[in-house]
């Protein structure tokens, strides 16, 4: 009776044992001050102007004149134009290609309801979790793509159906270039395969030659569904809202029967977050948005600088709130994982939850706050000085 498809979920490289190690150990040791750098939640609060936008949405469920039910399946049609004006101005894309949900998590593996079961899902090795777990509670075949020196998927010789890829990258914490990201389009295009591109984190960008959407590249419209959510600019991954593209190019066909499924399995997101998600864009709420990523942007290049000082291998730290982590003697990275949260009374993620070529690797995030961030490399700094 059970779905067979979920046993093959990984259990042991899971943040299901990361949680439990960490309860376990905080347990035994109540007085233990543990900064926690591991789950990649935020550090600063909803800004006030987004919060006022919700409370006063809350108010206008409290009378029928102004109550919103049912119906707005794809998203609130005022949220919907804000996200084409403001993050498509230029290119193309109107609010009817806006589809609005209650999550990237979410959103990522529902997608996949759109294409046959028997399709070739491809994902990095290194990968954020859920595009492969996701896949296979829905009964899809899963390969991994090899990944050059930078842990970039490279382009496959073979043919796959849906391809995810996330830029900037959770876990690796790298970004794609444009040019890169144009020979993903060509072959995606020349194979009628399918590109899914977690776009999460573009707000934290900064490199030269990086595109803030996939969009961006001649092409991609036929081919690239891009997502994006608001937990981490506007603070709310615990209210859940989020969106993505499906453009008009790829056909009144593909686009009818995602719109009917939509229609049939989904009732919305919650009114609330999406007034909460359209006051982020207001320029008072965009002030103090682009104040908290600064903080994690210099929290990001302070762990960088210290972990490098120390001997560590990393990747990430500058386009992106991750940064992919070597110790100095390639510890495996549960070890690693215990060394951090014992030695040091830090919580990092061990890299094998993202994938088997993450052994030697542990994930550390910059969505901390300053004063944690500061302390944690003090923490770094002094247990690895004294371990030379």
């Not at 936008?53 to 049609?77: H, N, P, Q, V, W």
């Not at 101005?89 to 998590?105: A, F, N, R, S, W």
């Not at 590249?217 to 499906?246: D, P």
Request: glycine share 8%; aromatic share 10%; with cysteine.
């Amino acid at each position: 009776m059970l779905n067979q498809k979920l046993f093959k979920i990984e259990k042991e490289d899971s943040y299901n044992k990361h949680s439990r190690l960490i309860k376990e150990y905080k347990e035994a040791h109540p007085l233990a001050k543990i900064i926690s750098l591991g789950i990649g939640d935020v550090s600063f609060p909803v800004p006030v102007p987004i919060a006022e936008a919700m409370k006063k949405a809350c108010g206008d469920l409290t009378s029928m004149d102004t109550f919103r039910g049912y119906g707005a399946y794809f998203g609130i049609e005022s949220l919907r134009k804000t996200i084409a004006r403001k993050d498509y101005e230029g290119l193309g894309i109107g609010p009817e290609e806006i589809y609005v949900g209650d999550g990237t998590k979410t959103d990522c593996t529902a997608i996949l309801e759109l294409f046959d079961e028997k399709v070739k899902v491809l994902v990095g090795n290194p990968t954020y979790p859920v595009y492969r777990n996701g896949a296979y509670a829905m009964g899809r075949e899963v390969c991994e793509c090899s990944c050059d020196e930078e842990c970039k998927m490279t382009v496959p010789g073979e043919r796959y159906d849906i391809i995810y890829i996330c830029s900037p990258c959770n876990p690796v914490g790298n970004a794609y270039t444009k040019e890169e990201l144009s020979r993903w389009v060509e072959y995606a295009r020349d194979n009628g395969s399918y590109i899914v591109y977690d776009n999460v984190y573009k707000d934290f960008a900064e490199s030269p030659g990086l595109p803030k959407s996939i969009y961006e590249k001649e092409g991609s419209k036929s081919c690239c569904i891009e997502m994006h959510s608001f937990s981490k600019n506007a603070s709310l991954s615990g209210t859940r809202c989020s969106y993505f593209v499906l453009p008009k190019e790829f056909g009144d066909e593909m686009i009818s029967l995602w719109r009917e499924r939509t229609i049939n399995r989904f009732n919305g997101a919650s009114y609330v977050a999406q007034k909460g998600a359209e006051a982020s864009y207001l320029p008072e709420a965009q002030e103090i948005i682009k104040k908290n990523i600064k903080v994690y942007k210099e929290n990001g290049k302070l762990l960088r600088k210290t972990l490098l000082e120390a001997g560590f291998f990393v990747t990430g730290g500058i386009d992106a709130p991750y940064l992919w982590v070597q110790t100095p003697r390639k510890d495996e990275c549960w070890e690693a994982f215990r060394i951090f949260l014992e030695k040091m009374n830090i919580v990092v993620v061990p890299g094998s939850i993202f994938g088997s070529r993450g052994r030697h690797h542990i994930r550390i995030s910059a969505l901390g706050s300053r004063e944690d961030c500061i302390e944690a490399c003090e923490r770094i700094r002094d247990h690895y000085e004294k371990s030379c």
